[in-house]
């Protein structure tokens, strides 16, 4: 296993930096939204809320209606508002990449420390870790059997405590500080729970994976559940009230029923990689898309081999409204 899981995280960072050096994300497009019946009505529009060339990942809403979201780089966490105002909510979060709450109001993330593979990745000494960021700063776990959790994606906290992620492979972390991996043949990005907790869902390229979740949750019986009919590989993941699954991709946002039976695309101006419920009811849906328009007015570039990380935050007026159990 431990071998295994090194072999995946090189794997991994290789694939990285390539496209990191490949250059910059794709550009604005214009979209035309259609109906999909409950979940989005036709003609609805995709609205600027934020933009920068700092990055923009991991969103999560917040009870105000806003959003918080992480800046990998400069190691801070913003905060949106409902009026797309935003404020630096912390700062030196150890280059903190998506963030989630648990039941207690706490907020946890995954740090990337000095992994971004535009830096200097192979120098990096401090460990990828699992932390919680306020309201008290202390790590969770930061290696499995003294390896590596490789340059952590995405995660989410079930009612327990307990805290699934993935990095070098996909992670239990239980309430009492143990990291079990879970999984075969998967690479997954983003990560969820059903409304009920008794389903793991997470992304693996075109299709989405499921766990069935056992009472100390640990998972079994993996499955394939459904695919990205518009293509693209999933990343982020959101779940509404009904629990529809919300899957970010370059297409735009993929919805699956909870049968997982596709329903349609949520086409959005720049690729998608990251989603969550917020606003008035939850009833607005933000993405975080690749790239930004810079002051002149063009899309903003990077000089050869430099990593582009402008980000945009839209946002969409919604028919269905977010899982209003848990903030992500």
Known sequence: ????????????LAAVIAVAQRGGPTGLREVTVTAIPGVVAEGAKW????????????????????ILFAQEQPARISKLDNNDRVSVYLEDTHGTGALTVDSKGRILAVERTCTDPGGQPAKCTEPTAVAVLAPERRILADNIDGKSLGRLNDLIVDKKGGVYFNGAGTFYLNPAGKVGSIGENIRTNGITLSRDEKTLYVTNGMVIVAFDVQPDGTVRNQRD?????AGGSGDGMAIDADGRIYVTSGP????????GKYLGVIPTPRGAISAAFSGPGKKTLYIVGSGALGPDGKEFQTAEGVRNNAKT????????????????
């Not at 295994?4 to 090189?10: N, Q, S, T, Y």
């Not at 609205?47 to 806003?66: E, F, K, M, R, S």
């Not at 559940?225 to 009919?229: A, D």
């Not at 735009?252 to 049968?259: M, R």
Request: charged share 20%; proline share 3%.
């Open 1 to 12: 296993m431990k071998s295994k899981i090194a072999g995946v995280w090189l794997c991994f």
């Open 47 to 66: 609205t600027l809320a934020w933009h920068g060339t700092d990055n923009a990942d991991g969103i999560v809403g917040t009870p105000d209606g806003g």
């Open 225 to 229: 559940f459904g695919k990205l009919e």
């Open 252 to 259: 735009g946002v993929q919805v699956l029923s909870p049968e």
């Open 313 to 328: 935050i839209y946002r969409i007026s919604m028919l269905a409204g977010g899982f209003k159990g848990r903030q992500k």
